[in-house]
């Protein structure tokens, strides 16, 4: 069977209507070989204001639905996702080029956000407030917000979008979907598991949650349509430089989960073994296309002649290949632009100095398909393209000897998204999760940059974009706040011991 053919079959199993992914304008192609898979239908820019016309009309209703069961809905779609987890798990391998245990376990964090989101439904708490005034009481109550627009990348297809999905149907949301023009077809596939949750539901009102494909002007329309509340964009700090401004104009919110340039520090006292298993999964796992990526490395001096070389070792016999045929570790680069990408920075990396080990292409005989052996790069120092992102397997090693300027290199680039020390000193380990310590959304001890669970927030300051999703109390930002203050006497008493007597 082709790939196109077990697209077809798989797409048939999850529902997706053939209408939608045959015949379009919008070619897609699987990383895997290289070969187009679809020609997807797509939406123009009227389009998109008639679908969030549509979801306006769906919040209007929704937002009277009791948020428990509200919740009774995303349980639904929880329980859809487990019965065809391993149909979108193998999709998302075949679209975005995931290992079979990645895509798997994207579509498990789409089944514990649903969960997350369950509980939640019963937990929209707001506070009461001690009051000044007598015979008074000060509440906060959390109200739906609107319309959610969410913006998802390749590198995650599926998942963020339900963080996104999830949290804002609880909360009384309707939402439209741009996915990446990248992964169409898993997005397709999500909205048709969630059409069949919407009808064992039963009265959910037409247009909650919809997904649009396009290019920009899919995703500039919904930026810029005032009844978009609130758009919550995963991408590149170049989009959301575009996105952000755009959104502040007509004071809309947002939620901006941008690039990362994630670092580690390997101390002296650190578990080596450990932090090579963390170091090899943070940095070559998802072939360095997650947010979280692991992409600088700050080993001790006292330690460094051990664990590199092991690293390297690592390195060299890491087996990349087909995610569908091969028990490979690492899969394929997204697309040429990927590729280039990678090899303009390995370049950049040389003439400063660095000492690159792999970063070839892997022959798969597949001309199209784009698979690099993981990059790991010794720098004499923090420069060059160091200080940026590359969306590929480039691990950049440099060594330290003094634990406050490696705290100070870590924190000295854009991106403040995640972070990682390997220690066990105490002083150490407490240091970086201090407020001198690491500057990022997350900051982990022993265990490496990416891979988070869901329970907590996850995004990241600086350059990442400041957005939160998912666990904790992310769900504050899918609704508006009002605080309410009730007289229950018979006296007029003023705040702050102002009198206003008229006679
Ligand atoms: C992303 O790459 O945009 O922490 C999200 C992780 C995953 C999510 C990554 N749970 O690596």
Redesign the pocket.
Known sequence: MTIAQEVKALLSKLGVNEAAYTGGTMPSFSPVSGEKIADIAVHSADDTAKAIEKAAGAFREWRLVPAPKRGELVRLFGEELRALKSELGRLVSIEAGKIPSEGLGEVQ?MIDICDFAVGLSRQLYGLTIATERPGHRMMETWHPLGVVGVIS?F??PV??WSWNTALALVCGNAVVWKPSEKTPLTALACQAIFDRAAARFGDVPAGLAQVLMGDRTVGEALVDHPKVALVSA?GSTRMGREVGPRLAKRFARSIL?LGGNNAGIVCPSADLDMALRAIAFGAMGTAGQ???TLRRLFVHESVYDTLVPRLKKAYESVTVGSPLETAALVGPLIDKAAFDNMQNALAAARDHGGKVTGGARVDTGHDKAYYVRPALVEMPKQDGPVTEETFAPILYVMKYSNFDKAIADHNAVGAGLSSSIFTLNLQEAERFLSPDGSDCGIANVNIGT???EIGGA?GGEKETGGGRESGSDAWKAYMRRATNTVNYSSALPLAQGVSFDIE
């Open positions: 964090e990348a590198n995650f998942a963020v995963t989960e997650r947010c979280t990416s891979g988070a996850f």
